[in-house]
């Protein structure tokens, strides 16, 4: 059976923005994959993606709350600020070294967006960390209906990627015990995602189960 895919933008649309070192500890991926996705729609907005017209904002000169401007695909001074501020909306806290950040916290991201832009932000998760197809159809319905990037989790409290891309496919296994045999159809999904790790990590597919979607809406 042939795959199905659906994008949102490109890879050269993708912001390359990583973790750095924050308060002796890493900043979080939390903080890090809300700043990819509040980038990526302000630079629609800039570019004349009709959808994002007029949310322009959400980055600011030196990623503060001053004039406008379009935030940078490489990382820099004002993106590390973007983030920073993100780190402290959401409530990321050092564990083992690594920046954590609960599900029930990501929300907390809306403090950034508030005064910069009018885009909304939408958030599900499971407290436990349970993969739920609901979850995943989130993610899946803003790349393929929006054409837009959503943040999931993979890992419980372990990583916050940004999906761009997903993909589906129908197959049928067939299975036999002694003498009876029968077919099942089978649905394999994918999420293409940018896993916040700069240039080197913003295209890898991984299974589409997730515990956690987060959603922008201009």
């Given at each position: 059976?042939?795959?199905?895919?659906?994008?949102?933008?490109?890879?050269?649309?993708?912001?390359?923005?990583?973790?750095?070192?924050?308060?002796?500890?890493?900043?979080?991926?939390?903080?890090?994959?809300?700043?990819?996705?509040?980038?990526?729609?302000?630079?629609?907005?800039?570019?004349?993606?009709?959808?994002?017209?007029?949310?322009?904002?959400?980055?600011?000169?030196?990623?503060?709350?001053?004039?406008?401007?379009?935030?940078?695909?490489?990382?820099?001074?004002g993106v590390n600020a973007m983030i920073t501020?993100?780190?402290?909306?959401?409530?990321?806290?050092?564990?083992?070294?690594?920046?954590?950040?609960?599900?029930?916290?990501?929300?907390?991201?809306?403090?950034?967006?508030?005064?910069?832009?009018?885009?909304?932000?939408?958030?599900?998760?499971?407290?436990?960390?349970?993969?739920?197809?609901?979850?995943?159809?989130?993610?899946?319905?803003?790349?393929?209906?929006?054409?837009?990037?959503?943040?999931?989790?993979?890992?419980?409290?372990?990583?916050?990627?940004?999906?761009?891309?997903?993909?589906?496919?129908?197959?049928?296994?067939?299975?036999?015990?002694?003498?009876?045999?029968?077919?099942?159809?089978?649905?394999?999904?994918?999420?293409?995602?940018?896993?916040?790790?700069?240039?080197?990590?913003?295209?890898?597919?991984?299974?589409?189960?997730?515990?956690?979607?987060?959603?922008?809406?201009?």
């Amino acid at each position: 059976m042939s795959w199905n895919y659906f994008w949102a933008g490109s890879a050269g649309d993708q912001p390359r923005y990583n973790q750095f070192t924050y308060g002796g500890c890493a900043v979080g991926c939390g903080p890090v994959a809300w700043a990819i996705l509040f980038a990526w729609a302000d630079r629609q907005a800039a570019g004349g993606n009709a959808y994002w017209a007029g949310r322009n904002g959400l980055y600011r000169v030196g990623g503060g709350r001053g004039a406008d401007a379009v935030a940078p695909i490489a990382q820099d001074a004002g993106v590390n600020a973007m983030i920073t501020e993100l780190h402290h909306a959401v409530g990321t806290f050092c564990a083992f070294g690594s920046g954590a950040t609960t599900p029930w916290d990501m929300p907390g991201a809306w403090r950034y967006v508030n005064g910069r832009s009018y885009t909304r932000l939408s958030t599900h998760w499971n407290t436990f960390g349970v993969h739920e197809t609901r979850l995943a159809n989130y993610a899946a319905e803003s790349i393929a209906y929006r054409r837009t990037p959503a943040v999931i989790g993979t890992g419980w409290l372990s990583h916050y990627p940004v999906a761009w891309g997903y993909a589906w496919q129908r197959r049928v296994v067939r299975h036999s015990f002694l003498w009876w045999s029968w077919e099942e159809t089978v649905t394999d999904t994918a999420f293409y995602v940018n896993q916040g790790w700069g240039g080197g990590g913003n295209g890898e597919w991984i299974d589409a189960g997730t515990w956690f979607a987060g959603e922008i809406y201009p």
